[in-house]
């Protein structure tokens, strides 16, 4: 296949350039359309979870029971004035006759004191719009701007989930153009101080546009015929961006090596491709893996991440593969031209970055290498250890920035208004019809309302608290019965939020009461109950997958039965910083006011498993560029020790640079006013520094220099099967390179251009 890129890229690398950017135009002119099919929605709940099912016929046949518009009402005397109330009415009548809206309920209307603040100055219209969630959007969108405002003394504001989500789209659609704005130009300036050309600080942009644009065409595409998140669109220019450097930076590392070994521009992309392009092919399949595992969970929020990874990922690849040689071949001796950067070469003369990797390798890899891996593996255990005490949520609305319209409202309900009112757990009653079945409703009501942290338990059959009724049947109860189905209703006590762990021990208490009505509770808290559960389930599978898959392709990269398991144990390793920083900084709120987030004392659920496939994925692309050079020197020379030093000197300078764009990419997507796409992008550019640094540099040459020639050792049959089959970036030796010293002349070179990332 690589034989077949190169033969392409060399014989018509015009044709190819011209595919490519076909591609790119259509990828434009289709792909745009993506952010338009994309959900805003979570996506964080098992649709086929039965908190999901009770809550999809909850909405079809009680409407009010799920409300998703909110009208907040505030008026300086109190709701009660004469003019506040006759004006709530009618904004309560004119909402019910809105095209889509039902189940209207307001404080006017009910009386309710749940519906009217603790200083009796705001009162809620509350209401359900019918639809999907795109059709919510739409109406939601409408009604905010037609009702927010002044009516007659009374403020009206406008919320709800609709709006929640509205406002999240179009907050990450901002941010995201923000980010580019910052990325874009950070990552030119550092390419142009690593490749000290113009014309070679270009090239991985060209890739990455490649990668970016084809990727949104991929999104467009999928959306038509699934959920696709919104939050994936993140990801897509992270990685794109990010891959595309380092692919391009591996490749013409090789390139450059091959020229300045006196080959011609042919023969160097030829054997750039078979060499370099190898391990590019062979590091994208391995990311690619990390996050297919992804699809193994039902929740549409972790299998929007897989869609888009993968996508980027193999286009990322294709394009360095296909593009770049196609690039190189047309410029030829012109991939060097315009630098910039000569008034920068006084302050990092020629060898001081050899010289630096020298220095390094020597000391890591001598006597002091069991000093280097016990403080490391130290050091990297510590920063793990805040997530011992990690707890598990749901995002809500405290993840959009604090003036955002719709966080201020429900903000206000939260702090002004009966905080167990809105923490309150929806019951679907499946066999409830006529008066034998509310006499059920109530011998179950007793059961529920005698649960701990429960305050009382709204039925049909009337209000129920301590296990008696203390009610009778209302007119409002009359409206939780639907042919042979009702709604009940358990508020907890005060002080138990919607998510908290309190609620969720709620929830798995309420299930455990034996019933004969088909009982099921619905709403956030069992919703996150079992989104845990399904997480829980589809955890080991996930990991086994990424596991035994890294396991079998790091063997085909190296032959080797020792090398992968440590890959695999030291990949995770590298991520324990990323996992102690998200609860010490995120769970906890250390940072909170400098980051400008609102912390709500848990994480959300899904996130650690995106963060994980998704850094495991990275460190392995690292972890891949090192490998294949240690094993090429390895074969070369037959020294261990000698090995391992040049493979970590070699591609010491192209690993921290690698890592310095991405985080910059990813530093850039974190700062959003998003919360949990703050946590994703600050979250994986620590343990993509982490792993460039501390893993790469000191604990893996460390551990690899302990283990000696064992780490090399397999048995007879899986060597053969390794030679046949494996994966290997070498190439005939060429005299520089049977020097030890990368500093020789035709290597100093190399060395040098990776200066400024010392």
């Known amino acids: 296949m690589l034989r077949s890129f190169a033969s392409a890229a060399v014989r018509r690398p015009r044709l190819v350039l011209l595919a490519a950017l076909a591609f790119v135009v259509l990828s434009v002119v289709f792909g745009g359309g993506a952010p338009d099919r994309l959900r805003a929605g979570q996506g964080t709940e098992n649709p086929s979870a039965p908190s999901a099912l009770a809550a999809d016929v909850l909405e079809e046949h009680f409407p009010s029971s799920r409300p998703n518009f909110v009208l907040l009402a505030h008026h300086d005397r109190g709701v009660n004035d004469r003019g506040a109330a006759r004006q709530g009415l009618l904004l309560a009548d004119r909402l019910a006759y809105e095209p889509s809206v039902s189940g209207v309920v307001s404080y006017w209307q009910t009386g309710l004191d749940a519906l009217k603040s603790k200083d009796g100055k705001d009162a809620l219209i509350i209401a359900h719009i019918d639809g999907d969630e795109a059709a919510v959007g739409k109406a939601s969108q409408r009604l905010a701007a037609e009702y927010r405002g002044e009516h007659s003394g009374l403020t009206v504001r406008a919320g709800g989930t609709g709006e929640v989500l509205n406002t999240v789209e179009r907050t990450i659609a901002e941010d995201l153009v923000s980010s580019e704005l910052v990325a874009l130009p950070l990552t030119l300036a550092i390419l142009l101080l690593v490749f000290r050309s113009a014309v070679s600080a270009l090239l991985p942009l060209a890739v990455g546009a490649v990668a970016i644009t084809g990727t949104n065409l991929v999104l467009w595409v999928i959306a038509g015929y699934t959920d696709v998140s919104v939050f994936a669109q993140s990801l897509t220019t992270a990685l794109g961006l990010g891959l595309a450097i380092d692919y391009a930076l591996l ?10 070994d006196g080959a011609t521009v042919t023969e160097a992309v030829t054997v750039m491709l078979s060499t370099a392009g190898r391990t590019v092919a062979f590091s994208a399949l391995t990311i690619s893996v990390a996050l297919a595992a992804l699809l193994l969970f039902p929740l549409f929020f972790l299998r929007s991440f897989a869609y888009a990874g993968v996508s980027v990922v193999l286009l990322a690849a294709a394009a360095a593969l296909v593009v770049l040689p196609a690039l190189l071949v047309l410029l030829g001796p012109r991939v060097d031209a315009l630098d910039v950067t000569r008034p920068l070469h006084r302050l990092f003369p020629a060898g001081s970055n050899a010289a630096f990797w020298r220095r390094l390798t020597t000391a890591v890899t001598g006597r002091r290498a069991p000093l280097f891996a016990l403080g490391s593996l130290a050091l990297l255990v510590a920063l793990g250890l805040p997530f011992l005490r990690a707890e598990f949520g749901m995002a809500d609305d405290r993840q959009l920035p604090a003036a955002a319209e719709p966080r201020v409202v429900q903000q206000t309900i939260r702090d002004r208004f009966d905080g167990s009112e809105t923490a309150a757990i929806d019951i679907l009653v499946s066999r409830a019809a006529g008066a034998a079945g509310r006499e059920r409703i109530a011998g179950y009501a007793e059961k529920v309302s005698a649960l701990p942290d429960v305050a009382e338990v709204r039925t049909p059959a009337g209000v129920f608290t301590e296990g008696r009724r203390t009610e009778p049947r209302t007119p409002v109860d009359a409206l939780r019965e639907s042919d042979d189905r009702a709604w009940l209703q358990v508020v907890p006590v005060h002080g138990v939020e919607t998510v908290s762990p309190r609620s969720q021990q709620l929830v798995r208490a309420i299930r455990a009461v034996p019933d004969t009505l088909d009982a099921e509770p619905a709403g956030q808290a069992a919703e996150l109950v079992d989104t845990q559960e399904a997480i829980t389930d589809r955890l080991a599978p996930a990991l086994a997958l990424i596991v035994v898959t890294t396991l079998l392709l790091v063997f085909l990269l190296v032959g080797s039965v020792l090398v992968p398991v440590q890959a695999v144990l030291l990949n995770a390793l590298s991520l324990t910083a990323m996992f102690g920083a998200v609860v010490w900084v995120f769970q906890d709120g250390h940072l909170s006011g400098l980051l400008g987030f609102t912390p709500t004392g848990f994480v959300d659920t899904a996130l ?12 392995m692309d690292y972890g891949v560029f090192l490998l294949a050079r240690v094993k090429e020197e390895y074969d070369r020379c037959g020294d261990h020790r000698a090995a391992v030093e040049l493979g970590v000197r070699r591609t010491g300078g192209i690993v921290t640079a690698a890592a310095l764009i991405l985080s910059v990419v990813l530093v850039s997507i974190g700062n959003s006013r998003i919360t949990n796409t703050m ?25 690899m220099v302990l283990t000696g020639r064992a780490t090399w050792w397999a048995p007879a049959p899986l060597r053969r099967f390794q030679q046949r089959f494996g994966v290997r970036e070498s190439a005939a030796p060429h005299p520089a390179q049977d020097s030890e010293d990368p500093s020789a002349a035709p290597r100093q070179t190399e060395e040098v251009r990776h200066a400024p990332t010392r």
């Open 608 to 619: 650690p498993v995106l963060m994980f496939c998704l850094a495991f994925g990275l460190s």
């Open 679 to 703: 946590v994703l992008g600050l979250g994986v550019a620590l343990a993509v520094l982490v792993d460039a640094t501390v893993v790469r540099c000191l604990l893996v040459p460390s551990v």
């Open 251 to 260: 490749m013409l590392r090789r390139f450059r090596d091959e020229r300045s």
